[in-house]
């Protein structure tokens, strides 16, 4: 789907934060550098898993490393992060995970009780989320060569007969639904470092997205034409690179957008727009008009789901781009995420 | 196989270096706590790779982190090491790699160029081992957080129909095999560290192993009782594993054990034993004494392999053990390994 006479080079010298930040660095460093080398028909569309056929089978696989900082936040942890992180790009590949792979690599002088409790939080996510951990590897390296803990998991999934899904399947007139507020992860993250004079009532939002999706499949597979759970970077650079990708325009209403007052006010406090803030436990859709009504029921009826809304629409015009009317008429464009507000947010 | 009613516990209080270097504290730390909390029969065998069964087809998934250091050794690097390594598991349980996923933790701070390098050398390995980079994901912590960059791996494979391998097929009288002198990387990634005042015409071992296997499937599948590549401690430690896991005990003879006169040398002077050095190109195999000569033959003829030799044989009794007999007619048990002598050696 990409033009392949604009490929992005990658002439920075060093390697920053910024690079893994989700946004346009990171988008230049995987398309000027990974992407030129690996040269991997699989990769090009850059969606959350690859899908393989196998004898008739289509597996999707998908690897996520989560370097969360810190270890421990209110409503989960690198464990359980890293067992929904995987298990939900599995899904919203429309894929159900068949199994879990989970890599350790651990700095040495880690409390064996810190690394048993997130040993006990990834079993626990994967037992809730009906997968097993397969297999592992845990590599020690030497104090000051790493941060505690990083983690790095990988699953394998089943693509549901009934998923077809795909940049190439959004169309003009789409609507485009949210399971849930927005920003509650990043947030969260970054107030539980104590760096801020800031607190909050909240709790990240980790959780597995499977029922959603299976909800969805259930319900409106016809009209489901893809689905994605934005992370880093947020819904603005999930829905930039969805623009970007089916060439088309995505027109959001601010107001329709469900954010919860403590995200709101701490992003009003510290100049952050909730648009661009990583969650861990939601789900954008976009879904063909005539099936928005059953869709956004679906996700409404699963737990969790309550607050889910229709966003906005996929239009024709001005491909590529990303606007949000505001309820006083106004418009702004929401580009792709450029700096790294929160770093080590996953 | 494992006895339930010995469970091993885990009792340190903090991770030291000696919990990733592959031997007793290794094993202690996964059967200790790893285990019990994930509590999932398919990692129960401990072996390189989980093999689940989805319609009717046998797949094979493993994952390895690499912290190698240096990144750049003679023969090889971290990015080579990293398809490898999980190439390698695969072949080991019989299954031919259909896709890997490769996710990268990076320093703030490392030049653009070493990634650069890396991702090139994860690209050609993968295209010389015939298999895709079909996912990935990059995640860049701060400077100090890090060594450079590390690199975990995924693999998914399709197991030959032909393989039935693994401990319950082990039995007395069964031939070991190594497909060639053992030693050569856990040597040169040290020298290569420049901490030792020695220096040796040796170079890393790794390879993808694959050829091995399918020159054994093809010559001797019947008699292939099991196979492995002896990675991080070594030969001795692999067979320990074995010995234990199939209740058996492993003979080995010392003088057939390929060994070269540098990674001899280097061995005495540091007063190790290279029955202990990690391979990254090396397969050892379990086979019925009736197809020992066809395998050994296969072995030999692919490139690589001239050295191939049968340097062991299953015995019955004292099970659980691996004992080496000199060629002075001494003989010398063989434990796992407890020390780490060599950290962060893949």
Known sequence: MRETSVQPTFHDAVIELVHGAGGKASRRLIEGLFLPLLANPALIPLEDSAIMSIEGLRLALTTDAFVVKPLRFPGGSIGE??????????????????????????????????????????????????????????????????????????????????????????????????????????????????ELDLE?????????????????????????????????????????????????????????????????????????DPLYIANEGQLLAVVDPAWVDAALAALQRVPGGEQAACIGEVQEQPAGVVIVSTPYGGQRVIDMLVGDPLPRIC
Not at 112 to 129: D, G, H, K, Y
Not at 200 to 217: C, H, I, K, Q, W
């Open 81 to 194: 992060l890293a067992v929904h992180g995987t298990v939900n790009d599995l899904a919203v590949s429309g894929a159900r995970p068949l199994g879990l792979l989970a890599a350790f690599i651990v700095e040495a002088g880690l409390p064996s009780e810190v690394l048993r409790a997130e040993v006990e939080a990834l079993a626990q996510a994967a037992r809730r989320a009906g997968v097993s951990i397969v297999g592992g590897d845990t590599k020690v390296v030497e104090h000051g060569k790493a941060d505690g803990l990083y983690i790095v998991t990988a699953g394998v999934g089943l693509v549901d007969p009934r998923a077809e899904l795909g940049v190439h399947r959004v169309r003009p007139g789409d609507q485009i639904l949210i399971s849930g507020p927005i920003g509650d992860h990043g947030i969260t993250v970054l107030l539980a470092r104590g």
């Open 200 to 272: 909050a009532d909240l709790v990240s939002d980790t959780r597995a997205l499977t029922p959603f999706v299976e909800a969805l499949l259930e319900a409106a597979s016809p009209g489901l034409h893809w689905m994605r759970d934005p992370t880093r970077g947020g819904v603005a650079t999930a829905l930039n690179e969805l623009a970007r990708d089916a060439r088309v325009a995505i027109t959001l209403a601010e107001e329709a957008i469900p954010v919860r007052d403590a995200v709101r006010g701490a992003c009003e406090l510290l100049g952050l």
